[in-house]
């Protein structure tokens, strides 16, 4: 029994040496990179490419950043200059050699001139106000 | 860049020793109110209270930086004169979105060249806090005054030589 078992081993293995080679350990003729992305694009995963992408716009944004805050500071550093030259050197500069108060002096005192005139002027029997009021009186009584 | 204060105490020791301790005015703040103090308090005696200490402290809430006070309700809440409460000297935002964008941005170590100029607002960021803003906005609002009285004379003065030449 032994003998024809091992005669049949014999020819079997004889057999499947001439058989041709199994495909699987044959080198397949697939773009790998290609498989990946069509999987992950039916997963609906992120390909390399977009990856790559990303990356890209995370170091742009990374480098902007560091930018930004420069920026900041150099802003700021403007800005607080200008506030303190304004409450240090402008508005002191403003109430200690302020103009106004002569200024407003000045044209009350034309105003209150320019008012005496007027006055005077319509006051006078020729005046328009005058002529005016008397046909007024006129016409009443 | 902005840092958060919350406030738990309806106190004017505290909320001097909270500006002491937060260096106010070194950098934006905003201010959030705990839950278990509104209970306690109405806003708006919390909002004159902290109003009150800031003037004691002689602390402006819009120079050199903004001090904000965050509350929910702030759109719709009014005061006892029914007044809505935007019309406060403390600057009042509903939301953390309102912050300005100005001062948002992610903070990191500085370069060299970065801590030249820090130097430099920093120095300038204590010029500021030295000054009385009571005082110069007094002082402002008299010469606008004046200016505004001018202003008012010379039309006065127009008007009547348009009279006279009639």
Same mark, same amino acid.
């Given at each position: 029994?032994?003998k024809?078992?091992?005669?049949?081993?014999?020819?079997f293995?004889?057999?499947?040496?001439?058989?041709?080679?199994?495909?699987?350990?044959?080198?397949l003729?697939i773009?790998?990179?290609?498989?990946?992305?069509?999987i992950?694009?039916?997963l609906?995963?992120?390909?390399?490419?977009s990856l790559?992408?990303k990356?890209?716009h995370k170091?742009?944004?990374g480098?902007s950043?560091?930018?930004?805050?420069?920026?900041?500071?150099?802003n700021?550093?403007?800005?607080?200059?200008?506030i303190?030259?304004?409450?240090?050197?402008?508005?002191r500069?403003?109430?200690?050699?302020?103009?106004t108060?002569?200024?407003l002096?000045?044209a009350?005192?034309?105003r209150?001139e320019?008012?005496?005139?007027? @006055?005077?002027?319509?006051?006078?029997?020729?005046?328009?106000?005058?002529?005016?009021?008397?046909?007024i009186?006129?016409?009443?009584? | 860049?902005f840092?958060?204060i919350?406030?738990?105490q309806?106190?004017?020791?505290?909320?001097?020793?909270l500006? @002491?301790?937060?260096?106010?005015?070194?950098?934006?703040?905003y201010?959030? @109110?705990s839950?278990?103090l509104?209970?306690?308090?109405?806003?708006?005696?919390?909002?004159?209270e902290?109003?009150?200490s800031?003037?004691?402290?002689k602390?402006?809430p819009?120079?050199? &930086?903004?001090l &904000?006070?965050?509350h929910?309700?702030?759109?719709?809440?009014?005061?006892?004169?029914?007044?809505?409460?935007?019309m406060?000297?403390?600057?009042?935002?509903?939301?953390i979105?309102n912050?300005?964008?100005?001062?948002?941005?992610k903070?990191?170590i500085?370069?060299n060249?970065?801590?030249?100029?820090?130097q430099?607002?920093s120095m300038?960021?204590?010029?500021l806090?030295?000054?009385?803003y009571?005082e110069?906005?007094?002082?402002?609002?008299?010469?606008?005054k004046?200016?505004?009285?001018?202003?008012?004379?010379?039309r006065?003065?127009? &008007?009547?030589?348009?009279i006279?030449?009639k």
């Amino acid at each position: 029994m032994m003998k024809l078992f091992r005669k049949h081993l014999k020819d079997f293995t004889h057999v499947e040496n001439r058989l041709p080679p199994d495909p699987i350990d044959e080198p397949l003729d697939i773009d790998l990179q290609r498989l990946e992305n069509i999987i992950r694009e039916s997963l609906s995963l992120e390909t390399n490419e977009s990856l790559k992408l990303k990356g890209a716009h995370k170091n742009k944004l990374g480098r902007s950043g560091n930018w930004a805050l420069l920026n900041f500071l150099q802003n700021e550093r403007d800005r607080l200059h200008k506030i303190n030259n304004f409450f240090l050197h402008k508005l002191r500069n403003r109430i200690k050699y302020s103009q106004t108060d002569k200024l407003l002096m000045l044209a009350t005192k034309e105003r209150d001139e320019i008012k005496d005139n007027l @006055i005077s002027e319509l006051l006078s029997p020729d005046s328009v106000l005058q002529k005016n009021l008397a046909m007024i009186f006129k016409k009443s009584f | 860049m902005f840092r958060e204060i919350e406030i738990h105490q309806n106190d004017q020791n505290y909320f001097d020793e909270l500006w @002491i301790k937060n260096k106010i005015g070194e950098s934006p703040h905003y201010i959030t @109110i705990s839950s278990i103090l509104l209970k306690k308090y109405p806003i708006e005696d919390i909002i004159t209270e902290i109003e009150n200490s800031l003037h004691r402290c002689k602390i402006n809430p819009n120079f050199p &930086y903004p001090l &904000y006070l965050l509350h929910p309700q702030a759109g719709c809440t009014r005061n006892h004169a029914g007044h809505p409460l935007q019309m406060r000297t403390l600057p009042i935002i509903y939301s953390i979105e309102n912050l300005p964008k100005h001062y948002i941005f992610k903070n990191r170590i500085p370069t060299n060249r970065e801590k030249a100029i820090l130097q430099k607002v920093s120095m300038l960021r204590q010029m500021l806090r030295s000054f009385s803003y009571d005082e110069i906005f007094d002082q402002i609002i008299k010469i606008k005054k004046m200016q505004r009285d001018y202003s008012q004379v010379l039309r006065e003065i127009d &008007y009547y030589q348009q009279i006279l030449k009639k």
